[in-house]
């Protein structure tokens, strides 16, 4: 009997204790955490640095409220950040989780357009799927129907253009043309929205759960940043997933060398340690709304002096392991061990990711890239197989939220390749486990 509830009825081994990339639950089965919780836990468990950093905070002082102080811990991890940054973006608005970061942002560039005259600017543009959390605002720039259906008539849903998906509509991802094709039809909702209506275009430099990792084409991002400068419209990074270094770079935009306007953190910046997100903006932006009176918004918990003691040793952890170099070198390893997978194993049609943000998405037939039938619960399943082979990984459905199973393999950014053998070993009997179930996979020969 629990007092809890969360999504469903489900029940839970307990947990007992983390370390590194392993946990244990009271009956002493150890688990490898290939998805980093919900790809959050980067730096892995446990990380003395870390526990030390927010022990000593917490013998002076674990709260402070923002309107009474200023605190150390909340300032250093300000500058560290911003010396993270792009150049340009200078100022940091801390939060408590991704959906208030995403919410703050929005806000922050309608405030902002407020202030420089531009009333009428109030549509956010975003992708379909997508995932930007779960508070209302949030969700209206989520393009995932399971999540946001329910609650459309409470919100006012924002203006989606597709997600730009080249393995499923069969375009080749290198070619420029490709991300031009995508970008095209960002253009073509502004000019339909109204250009002088449009705030942001807010997008997930690589995909998150909702589209399993999707890598943009070649030219894309480029475009994007085009189209927007064309019309004046901020472009918003969620970085929630990407951030702090789990792509192989600190920002997932730095890939692709394009300058976002608002970069919005959470997940690894304080890696599970405490409860943190962020927004970083530039002064251009903050300036107007500061002399206009103020940002009308604000969370009880901002720059909470533990969360931001932790969130500070996060970073320094990360640059002090390398592990940005370790999560591009093992994320190499781990997408060549995943496709030798897809070479054994037909119902994976696709592999993608960057850095230790990696996925694979099952389908019935390669060629035509038809999802397995939605009746057999993949995207469950199979989690459940490999958990119970001791493996945790991650799973959504990419196709309209309703089918296209594909599954997240994101351990911690401190993996080594002995674990990474040890996460294919378990997807590979959860794999022949999973097909043996479903009788519908015709092994091929490595
Ligand atoms: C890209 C992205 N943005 C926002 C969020 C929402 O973050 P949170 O669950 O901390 O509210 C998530 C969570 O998965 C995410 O992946």
């Not at 399993?212 to 480029?222: F, T």
Request: proline share 6%; hydrophobic share 40%.
């Amino acid at each position: 009997m629990s007092y809890l509830f969360y999504q469903g009825r489900g029940r839970k081994p307990v947990l007992d204790e983390a370390r590194g990339v392993y946990m244990w639950d009271t009956d002493g089965k150890r688990y490898l955490d290939g998805s980093s919780g919900a790809m959050v836990c980067n730096i892995g468990h446990s990380n003395e640095k870390v526990l030390t950093a927010m022990r000593e905070q917490m013998e002076k002082a674990t709260f402070g409220y923002r309107l009474h102080f200023e605190t150390e811990a909340s300032e250093k991890l300000a500058a560290k950040t911003v010396e993270k940054m792009p150049e340009g973006l200078s100022k940091v608005f801390f939060v408590s989780g991704g959906s208030e970061a995403v919410e703050s942002a929005m806000k922050l560039a309608r405030q902002y357009a407020i202030a420089t005259g531009q009333d009428r600017r109030w549509k956010v543009i975003a992708r379909s799927p997508s995932y930007h959390g779960c508070t209302l605002g949030a969700l209206a720039v989520t393009g995932y129907d399971p999540l946001t259906r329910p609650f459309a008539p409470m919100m006012r849903e924002m203006p989606k253009v597709p997600a730009p998906r080249a393995y499923l509509d069969g375009l080749d991802p290198g070619d420029p043309a490709t991300g031009r094709h995508y970008a095209d039809m960002l253009a073509e909702t502004i000019e339909r929205e109204g250009p002088d209506s449009v705030l942001a275009f807010v997008l997930e430099p690589v995909g998150g759960a909702s589209t399993g990792a999707l890598v943009p084409p070649a030219g894309y991002m480029q475009a994007v940043r085009e189209i927007c400068d064309r019309h004046g419209i901020l472009l918003i990074m969620d970085e929630v997933m990407t951030g702090a270094g789990r792509t192989g770079a600190f920002l997932g935009c730095e890939h692709w060398g394009t300058r976002p306007d608002l970069v919005v953190l959470s997940k690894g910046f304080a890696a599970g340690y405490a409860p943190l997100g962020g927004i970083v903006a530039p002064d251009w932006m903050v300036d107007p709304v500061l002399d206009a009176g103020g940002f009308a918004h604000g969370f009880t918990y901002a720059g909470n002096p533990l969360a931001c003691a932790a969130g500070l040793a996060v970073i320094e952890e990360i640059e002090r392991q390398g592990m940005i170099a370790n999560a591009a070198r093992m994320g190499e390893v781990l997408k060549t061990r995943l496709e030798d997978l897809m070479q054994r194993y037909a119902i994976i049609g696709d592999v993608r990711g960057k850095g230790l943000l990696t996925a694979f998405e099952f389908v019935s037939d390669r060629r035509t890239m038809a999802p397995l039938p939605a009746s057999l619960g993949a995207c469950n399943r199979f989690v459940d197989i490999a958990y119970d082979n001791g493996l945790i990984v991650y799973s959504r459905r990419t196709r309209g939220g309703y089918e296209g199973d594909h599954i997240l393999v994101c351990p911690p950014m401190i993996v080594n390749e002995n674990q990474i053998e040890e996460i294919v070993d378990m997807l590979d009997i959860s794999l022949r486990q999973f097909t043996n179930e479903i009788h519908t996979a015709v092994p091929q020969s490595a």
